[in-house]
């Protein structure tokens, strides 16, 4: 059997349907990707819409299947061509993808002269289907190398007096208003083999004299053809091109540019807009699940308007991105906007807004004195009420601490659905009717004062305390939900201590299976997802699974404790150790300060003392507020039960990629939205594999920090900003999920992002690096609490450190080295 096919199914192949081994290029086209593959499909394309290709023709997948060349039909139409010299190159049904272009990773044979060495030619870019980086770019793709096929076009040579490649948007910054031609003379293959130096040119629509290999009009007709191909495909294309020596332009290739950020909506609006990534202020860059987008959009605007930004959240990427624009133009809010990111923002949020509010294009309009007037009105009587509730809350810290408990359990009891739901119509509607509701003051303020009492005393102590000295104090934190939750895991790790192997040699994914099947030694986990089991990883995600639902992530972790065998580097003697460091730190702290500047340095111990009474709240509202996510998820799921038994869907996990009102049109009117799920599923498998995230946007698809000039680092090391005080050396361990990580004592985490359920990873790590966040954050707050160095913000971290690389992270230089 070759490729899928016997001898006997291939000839009877061949005999009925010769034709569909070799094809002209000219008769391909974009809904023939099966048979002739990504790059026949855009050729024809072009030669469909009148565009100039070198004349060939396509030696089909159906012929790869069969495992045979068709030498005859391959000879026929090489004469047809005229012979003489040509390309050969690969057409996979995989490459010139929206989301995977497989650039050079199959082969290309050029300059083939004769019949002998264009069999060869095809051999080649057939065997290079299964060469070792073509199958490492599917698997990162995650792309099934078994459904895989082969396809490859032959085209006339063009003798090229310069080539290079057209790029209809600036791959580099995203601007959807710029394009970008990198050209050389001779031969593309020095051009995008990166063998020569390359003349550049940015197309932004003005004049542009031509400089280097290129004329003004060659440059122009480049821009044309760019113009005429996005406007074709619906989307930004990379253009191979060849200018011939009769000064004819040969277009060789169009396919989808990749690498892209997705715009943001059109507003139809003159003036850019600027929008700021909000995922990472809860921990997640992940794409969110378009169920999950519907309620975290309402949550994250109330979540802004208790710190006084109003914003409108919109879906970019599957991304949570506020549109800053109104603000950024205020002449009142500008002057408070960056002082307000500094808590959850974090710096790198701070630093492009500082660009925005530069750039004329933000300068401040004039404001709207009404719609102001009563949005300030009522932020003026929610601070005076959340001002009091915080006075009272340092007056009285153990009596909010113990009104802030009651009020969580309060939440809890009240987000159980009411008995007696029976039909997917109930169930939806009360899903329906849980609208994200405030958190009551008495969550609220605590949080509220406990982040003031941490935030002030860096103002206070300016001159007199070092910013780690402060982090110090604010480590080994009482009363922090998620920490209490992490020692607790910890605890069941040391209690399974006779299970040892079984836990720590079994795959995650089958201690769940047995663990729900109730084969596996009750070692206390039941009790434990009891109290946290509404928890997970990106869990403010409606569409994500909890830990009661799939306790694998969990399992993973517990191996993970279970490799700590030095009992100095337990996780409870680690916090026990930061909490008395902190507490000897804050005594010679103000005492220094009381000597220095006796006022502020009875009211910076003050805070101080109150900061460590309350700040270790900060996780509580967000932990209250998971309860009703988890009823909501688990009426939906219900919900997604009886639609899959009526054949609406195909799973019932399928619900998570619909929004409340299709579900209500299922539910209600039988409406199948089986082809939207795909279509969406596809999309959020796509963003799943991107691993950087713009921190924030323009309306044109600029990334605003890829044109922000930053400062060179030290050679070897990376920069960011310390966040937990210390100093440690280690292996690194660049982790994408969590849930399958895998962490030896005193490994580096190195992550783009954390949120709570990355934590129990902290208990063993050695120091943490991340490439966003902010101080106040939960990566950093969780690290300083456990007494681990932690640096944020670090660009590119997961990508310019290696797993196994020894590093050297330096909170109080903010620098990460690699050594």
Same mark, same amino acid.
């Given at each position: %059997?070759?490729?899928?096919?016997?001898?006997?199914?291939?000839?009877?192949?061949?005999?009925?349907?010769?034709?569909?081994?070799?094809?002209?290029?000219?008769?391909?086209?974009?809904?023939?990707?099966?048979?002739?593959?990504?790059?026949?499909?855009?050729?024809?394309?072009?030669?469909?819409?009148?565009?100039?290709?070198?004349?060939?023709?396509?030696?089909?997948?159906?012929?790869?299947?069969?495992?045979?060349?068709?030498?005859?039909?391959?000879?026929?139409?090489?004469?047809?061509?005229?012979?003489?010299?040509?390309?050969?190159?690969?057409?996979?049904?995989?490459?010139?993808?929206?989301?995977?272009?497989?650039?050079?990773?199959?082969?290309?044979?050029?300059?083939?002269?004769?019949?002998?060495?264009?069999?060869?030619?095809?051999?080649?870019?057939?065997?290079?289907?299964?060469?070792?980086?073509?199958?490492?770019?599917?698997?990162?793709?995650?792309?099934?190398?078994?459904?895989?096929?082969?396809?490859?076009?032959?085209?006339?040579?063009?003798?090229?007096?310069?080539?290079?490649?057209?790029?209809?948007?600036?791959?580099?910054?995203?601007?959807?208003?710029?394009?970008?031609?990198?050209?050389?003379?001779?031969?593309?293959?020095?051009?995008?083999?990166?063998?020569?130096?390359?003349?550049?040119?940015?197309?932004?629509?003005?004049?542009?004299?031509?400089? @280097?290999?290129?004329?003004?009009?060659?440059?122009?007709?480049?821009?044309?053809?760019?113009?005429?191909?996005?406007?074709?495909? @619906?989307?930004?294309?990379?253009?191979?091109?060849?200018?011939?020596?009769?000064?004819?332009?040969?277009?060789?290739?169009?396919?989808?540019?990749?690498?892209?950020?997705?715009?943001?909506?059109?507003?139809?609006?003159?003036?850019?807009?600027?929008?700021?990534?909000?995922?990472?202020?809860?921990?997640?860059?992940?794409?969110?699940?378009?169920?999950?987008?519907?309620?975290?959009?309402?949550?994250?605007?109330?979540?802004?308007?208790?710190?006084?930004?109003?914003?409108?959240?919109?879906?970019?990427?599957?991304?949570?991105?506020?549109?800053?624009?109104?603000?950024?133009?205020?002449?009142?809010?500008?002057?408070?906007?960056?002082?307000?990111?500094?808590?959850?923002?974090?710096?790198?949020?701070?630093?492009?807004?500082?660009?925005?509010?530069?750039?004329?294009?933000?300068?401040?309009?004039?404001?709207?004195?009404?719609?102001?007037?009563?949005?300030?009105?009522?932020?003026?009587?929610?601070?005076?009420?959340?001002?009091?509730?915080?006075?009272?809350?340092?007056?009285?810290?153990?009596?909010?601490?113990?009104?802030?408990?009651?009020?969580?359990?309060?939440?809890?009891?009240?987000?159980?659905?009411?008995?007696?739901?029976?039909?997917?119509?109930?169930?939806?509607?009360?899903?329906?009717?849980?609208?994200?509701?405030?958190?009551?003051?008495?969550?609220?303020?605590?949080?509220?004062?406990?982040?003031?009492?941490?935030?002030?005393?860096?103002?206070?102590?300016?001159?007199?305390?070092?910013?780690?000295?402060?982090?110090?104090?604010?480590?080994? %934190?009482?009363?922090?939900?998620?920490?209490?939750?992490?020692?607790?895991?910890?605890?069941?790790?040391?209690?399974?201590?006779?299970?040892?192997?079984?836990?720590?040699?079994?795959?995650?994914?089958?201690?769940?299976?047995?663990?729900?099947?109730?084969?596996?030694?009750?070692?206390?986990?039941?009790?434990?997802?009891?109290?946290?089991?509404?928890?997970?990883?990106?869990?403010?995600?409606?569409?994500?699974?909890?830990?009661?639902?799939?306790?694998?992530?969990?399992?993973? %972790?517990?191996?993970?404790?279970?490799?700590?065998?030095?009992?100095?580097?337990?996780?409870?003697?680690?916090?026990?150790?930061?909490?008395?460091?902190?507490?000897?730190?804050?005594?010679?702290?103000?005492?220094?300060?009381?000597?220095?500047?006796?006022?502020? @340095?009875?009211?910076?111990?003050?805070?101080?003392?109150?900061?460590?009474?309350?700040?270790?709240?900060?996780?509580?509202?967000?932990?209250?507020?998971?309860?009703?996510?988890?009823?909501?998820?688990?009426?939906?799921?219900?919900?997604?039960?009886?639609?899959?038994?009526?054949?609406?869907?195909?799973?019932?996990?399928?619900?998570?990629?619909?929004?409340?009102?299709?579900?209500?049109?299922?539910?209600?009117?039988?409406?199948?939205?089986?082809?939207?799920?795909?279509?969406?599923?596809?999309?959020?498998?796509?963003?799943?594999?991107?691993?950087?995230?713009?921190?924030?946007?323009?309306?044109?698809?600029?990334?605003?920090?890829?044109?922000?000039?930053?400062?060179?680092?030290?050679?070897?090391?990376?920069?960011?900003?310390?966040?937990?005080?210390?100093?440690?050396?280690?292996?690194?361990?660049?982790?994408?999920?969590?849930?399958?990580?895998?962490?030896?004592?005193?490994?580096?985490?190195?992550?783009?992002?954390?949120?709570?359920?990355?934590?129990?990873?902290?208990?063993?790590?050695?120091?943490?690096?991340?490439?966003?966040?902010?101080?106040?954050?939960?990566?950093?707050?969780?690290?300083?609490?456990?007494?681990?160095?932690?640096?944020?913000?670090?660009?590119?971290?997961?990508?310019?450190?290696?797993?196994?690389?020894?590093?050297?992270?330096?909170?109080?230089?903010?620098?990460?080295?690699?050594?």
């Amino acid at each position: %059997m070759l490729n899928g096919y016997s001898g006997s199914q291939c000839s009877r192949i061949a005999k009925k349907v010769p034709s569909m081994h070799v094809i002209p290029l000219s008769e391909t086209s974009a809904d023939m990707v099966d048979l002739v593959g990504g790059k026949s499909a855009g050729l024809g394309e072009l030669i469909r819409r009148g565009e100039r290709v070198p004349p060939g023709f396509c030696v089909t997948t159906e012929a790869y299947r069969c495992g045979v060349i068709p030498t005859a039909e391959i000879v026929d139409a090489y004469e047809r061509l005229g012979a003489g010299p040509v390309a050969v190159r690969s057409s996979a049904t995989t490459e010139d993808l929206p989301d995977a272009s497989f650039a050079g990773q199959q082969d290309t044979v050029l300059n083939v002269t004769c019949i002998t060495e264009l069999i060869a030619a095809i051999q080649k870019c057939w065997d290079s289907l299964h060469s070792a980086r073509a199958v490492a770019y599917r698997d990162a793709h995650h792309i099934d190398r078994h459904a895989v096929l082969m396809a490859v076009v032959v085209q006339r040579m063009v003798t090229a007096e310069v080539s290079g490649v057209l790029f209809t948007a600036n791959p580099l910054t995203g601007c959807r208003t710029e394009m970008m031609v990198d050209a050389a003379p001779g031969p593309g293959t020095a051009v995008v083999d990166g063998g020569t130096v390359v003349d550049h040119y940015i197309l932004d629509g003005s004049d542009r004299n031509g400089t @280097g290999c290129l004329a003004t009009t060659q440059l122009a007709e480049l821009r044309g053809v760019g113009e005429r191909l996005q406007r074709h495909f @619906g989307c930004p294309q990379d253009v191979e091109w060849a200018i011939d020596e009769h000064g004819q332009l040969w277009l060789l290739q169009s396919r989808p540019i990749t690498t892209l950020f997705p715009l943001p909506p059109d507003t139809d609006k003159p003036l850019p807009r600027v929008y700021l990534e909000f995922g990472h202020v809860q921990g997640m860059l992940q794409p969110v699940t378009p169920m999950g987008m519907s309620t975290l959009k309402s949550q994250v605007a109330a979540m802004l308007m208790a710190i006084g930004i109003r914003a409108e959240v919109v879906d970019i990427g599957g991304r949570l991105y506020g549109d800053l624009t109104d603000l950024a133009r205020s002449r009142s809010a500008r002057k408070r906007l960056v002082k307000l990111m500094a808590v959850d923002f974090g710096p790198r949020a701070q630093a492009v807004m500082r660009q925005v509010l530069a750039d004329p294009r933000f300068a401040p309009s004039k404001d709207h004195p009404q719609g102001r007037r009563r949005s300030d009105i009522a932020s003026l009587r929610t601070a005076v009420r959340l001002v009091g509730g915080g006075v009272r809350t340092l007056a009285r810290p153990d009596a909010a601490r113990t009104r802030m408990f009651e009020a969580i359990e309060q939440m809890k009891l009240q987000s159980i659905a009411p008995d007696g739901l029976r039909t997917a119509a109930e169930r939806l509607r009360f899903v329906q009717a849980q609208q994200p509701a405030n958190s009551p003051d008495d969550i609220v303020s605590p949080i509220l004062a406990g982040m003031l009492a941490a935030t002030l005393p860096a103002y206070l102590l300016k001159g007199i305390a070092r910013e780690e000295e402060i982090h110090t104090v604010l480590g080994g %934190m009482p009363h922090n939900v998620t920490i209490e939750m992490d020692l607790a895991l910890w605890r069941l790790a040391q209690r399974a201590g006779e299970h040892r192997q079984l836990l720590m040699h079994t795959p995650p994914d089958e201690l769940a299976a047995r663990y729900r099947q109730g084969t596996l030694p009750d070692i206390g986990l039941a009790a434990f997802l009891d109290t946290y089991g509404h928890r997970g990883v990106a869990e403010v995600d409606l569409g994500v699974p909890r830990w009661d639902e799939d306790p694998a992530p969990v399992f993973a %972790m517990i191996a993970n404790y279970l490799r700590v065998t030095d009992p100095e580097q337990a996780p409870d003697q680690r916090f026990a150790r930061a909490a008395a460091t902190a507490e000897v730190t804050l005594h010679k702290l103000v005492t220094r300060a009381r000597r220095h500047r006796p006022i502020r @340095g009875r009211l910076a111990g003050f805070l101080l003392r109150r900061a460590r009474a309350l700040a270790g709240l900060r996780e509580a509202g967000k932990f209250a507020g998971l309860y009703r996510l988890r009823e909501m998820r688990r009426q939906l799921l219900l919900v997604g039960v009886d639609l899959a038994r009526t054949g609406l869907l195909d799973q019932p996990g399928d619900i998570m990629f619909l929004t409340l009102d299709e579900v209500h049109n299922a539910v209600h009117q039988n409406v199948n939205h089986r082809k939207t799920i795909t279509a969406r599923r596809a999309v959020h498998q796509r963003e799943l594999r991107r691993r950087t995230v713009p921190v924030a946007l323009l309306s044109d698809g600029t990334d605003l920090e890829a044109i922000r000039s930053t400062p060179a680092a030290a050679v070897g090391a990376l920069t960011g900003v310390g966040a937990a005080a210390g100093r440690a050396t280690g292996p690194a361990r660049v982790v994408h999920n969590p849930a399958t990580a895998h962490i030896e004592p005193g490994d580096i985490l190195v992550t783009a992002t954390t949120d709570p359920g990355w934590t129990p990873l902290f208990l063993t790590a050695g120091a943490l690096v991340t490439e966003t966040g902010a101080v106040m954050a939960h990566g950093p707050t969780v690290a300083r609490e456990y007494g681990i160095p932690a640096v944020i913000c670090v660009p590119n971290a997961t990508r310019r450190i290696s797993t196994g690389q020894i590093i050297t992270v330096d909170a109080t230089a903010g620098t990460v080295t690699i050594h």
